[in-house]
């Protein structure tokens, strides 16, 4: 649990630092008169700004919620409710995160191609979810073990002959 934690803070303060850099670093830049982003009355760029900060802000708790591993005491009952809980958030956040930040980098694509190849986006857009998808596929039935194991039935609960937990 230890290193999943680790590993997984190392990946969501990466998200959060590419994150930030992002939301400075606007698509376009900025009018030298105004000092107003370019692209600010298009709607593909609302949709950057959104996407932005909610991975950025789901980044940032998926980390909290692997600290807050790292940092537990680590007593029996912690590993009842406690860690798998975190764990279970950790892992959700940072699909979560993982997820905005492709779209973060497809409504760039958009906005930078618009103009002269509307047709790259969508191919693009598509290769750019498939390290989400992977993620998913790799870390949801280690998240549906977690969920099951915490929140399921334990030993003590098995069904009898009609099908009712004792």
């Known amino acids: 649990m230890k290193e999943t934690a680790t590993s997984c803070t190392v990946v969501a303060a990466l998200i959060a ?3 930030f850099s992002a939301l400075f670093t606007l698509p376009g830049g900025f009018d030298q008169y105004t000092g107003l982003p370019i692209f600010l009355h298009r709607s ?7 996407s932005d ?9 998926s980390m909290l919620m692997f600290l807050g591993m790292l940092t537990s005491r680590y007593r029996e009952e912690d590993f009842l409710r406690s860690l798998p809980m975190k ?14 930040m492709m779209m973060t ?16 986006s969508f191919p693009i857009m598509l290769l750019a ?6 993620f998913a596929l790799l ?25 009712r937990f004792l």
């Open 105 to 120: 980098f497809g409504v760039a694509l958009m906005i930078f191609l618009k103009e002269r190849f509307d047709w790259v």
């Open 53 to 61: 900060a909610v991975s950025l802000f789901s980044s940032t708790s």
């Open 87 to 100: 764990l279970i958030i950790g892992l959700s956040t940072l699909f979560f995160s993982m997820a905005t």
């Open 17 to 19: 630092t590419i994150m």
């Open 129 to 134: 979810s498939v390290p989400v998808t992977l």
């Open 139 to 163: 870390q949801f039935p280690l998240l549906v073990d977690i969920f099951l194991s915490t929140y399921g039935p334990g030993i003590f609960d098995k069904p009898n002959k009609r099908g």
């Open 44 to 50: 593909s760029f609302i949709a950057y700004i959104v």
